[in-house]
């Protein structure tokens, strides 16, 4: 209808919008909060010694040159990659030579979660079926967030038009909103540390119960208000076409 004409498109989706009672960034903005602090969690999880211990970056790189040829063996042995240890911390305990050097133990920076090292990668521990544990618990608890997300988006879109082709399209949009959270999920647990996973659950499993909580004890109470708003909505308007009517026929018999 609007081909040509973006801004009249625009124009006519925020009606959508406004007309069934549908917010576009109601979906994403706990998603950008969630992210938003997953990435500070990152950061403490990839450099716990300089964010739990507040040993600085210069003092790892500067031990790492000192011991040069030594350390290098020694990274080799175990597999660590000198060349991203500033940054990801969490594999200096592999290398005592490093930790002497700092006057660090291993012991004294304990990042387990009931025998699940939070600083494993998944991808790259796929035969550890330790490591599966978080991210397949946080990928179930989105998938169940975003059904019921998903299910109480649709009742009210249907309350309000079931038949209407505006609502279908916008209930489409909605649903492209949810399909992204589980994908998201399944990257971010697979690709990040698994300290990473165990935050996503209990920031999901937090939500799922919060919005049962008011699905309970806040939806249930507002609907009888809700209904005599419709109410309300619906008899004014055709009190006005009523009128109009009348003036019309008024002056069709002048």
């Given at each position: 209808?609007?081909?040509?004409?973006?801004?009249?498109?625009?124009?006519?989706?925020?009606?959508?919008?406004?007309?069934?009672?549908?917010?576009?960034?109601?979906?994403?903005?706990?998603?950008?909060?969630?992210?938003?602090?997953?990435?500070?969690?990152?950061?403490?999880?990839?450099?716990?010694?300089?964010?739990?211990?507040?040993?600085?970056?210069?003092?790892?790189?500067?031990?790492?040159?000192?011991?040069?040829?030594?350390?290098?063996?020694?990274?080799?042995?175990?597999?660590?990659?000198?060349?991203?240890?500033?940054?990801?911390?969490?594999?200096?305990?592999?290398?005592?030579?490093?930790?002497?050097?700092?006057?660090?133990?291993?012991?004294?920076?304990?990042?387990?979660?009931?025998?699940?090292?939070?600083?494993?990668?998944?991808?790259?521990?796929?035969?550890?079926?330790?490591?599966?544990?978080?991210?397949?618990?946080?990928?179930?608890?989105?998938?169940?967030?975003?059904?019921?997300?998903?299910?109480?988006?649709?009742?009210?879109?249907?309350?309000?038009?079931?038949?209407?082709?505006?609502?279908?399209?916008?209930?489409?949009?909605?649903?492209?909103?949810?399909?992204?959270?589980?994908?998201?999920?399944?990257?971010?647990?697979?690709?990040?540390?698994?300290?990473?996973?165990?935050?996503?659950?209990?920031?999901?499993?937090?939500q799922i119960i919060q919005q049962f909580l008011v699905d309970q004890f806040v939806v249930k109470k507002m609907k009888p208000i809700e209904l005599k708003k419709k109410k309300k909505k619906t008899s004014e308007p055709k009190k006005e076409v009523d009128k109009e009517v009348i003036d019309v026929e008024e002056n069709t018999e002048d």
């Amino acid at each position: 209808k609007y081909a040509n004409n973006k801004e009249k498109q625009q124009q006519e989706l925020m009606k959508i919008y406004d007309k069934y009672e549908i917010s576009p960034t109601g979906g994403c903005m706990p998603m950008i909060l969630q992210l938003v602090i997953l990435m500070g969690f990152i950061q403490i999880v990839y450099k716990p010694y300089t964010f739990i211990k507040q040993l600085p970056k210069t003092a790892i790189a500067s031990a790492i040159t000192e011991l040069g040829e030594p350390l290098v063996e020694q990274a080799k042995e175990v597999g660590v990659n000198l060349s991203t240890l500033v940054n990801q911390q969490f594999e200096m305990s592999k290398l005592p030579l490093l930790m002497d050097k700092l006057n660090l133990e291993a012991s004294s920076l304990n990042l387990d979660f009931f025998s699940i090292d939070l600083t494993q990668i998944l991808k790259n521990n796929m035969n550890d079926w330790k490591c599966w544990i978080l991210p397949v618990v946080a990928l179930l608890l989105t998938l169940l967030s975003t059904f019921i997300s998903q299910r109480n988006a649709n009742k009210k879109q249907n309350e309000n038009a079931k038949n209407d082709a505006q609502a279908q399209q916008a209930q489409a949009m909605t649903k492209s909103m949810y399909i992204m959270m589980p994908l998201m999920t399944a990257w971010i647990t697979y690709t990040m540390p698994l300290g990473c996973a165990l935050y996503w659950g209990i920031s999901t499993l937090t939500q799922i119960i919060q919005q049962f909580l008011v699905d309970q004890f806040v939806v249930k109470k507002m609907k009888p208000i809700e209904l005599k708003k419709k109410k309300k909505k619906t008899s004014e308007p055709k009190k006005e076409v009523d009128k109009e009517v009348i003036d019309v026929e008024e002056n069709t018999e002048d």
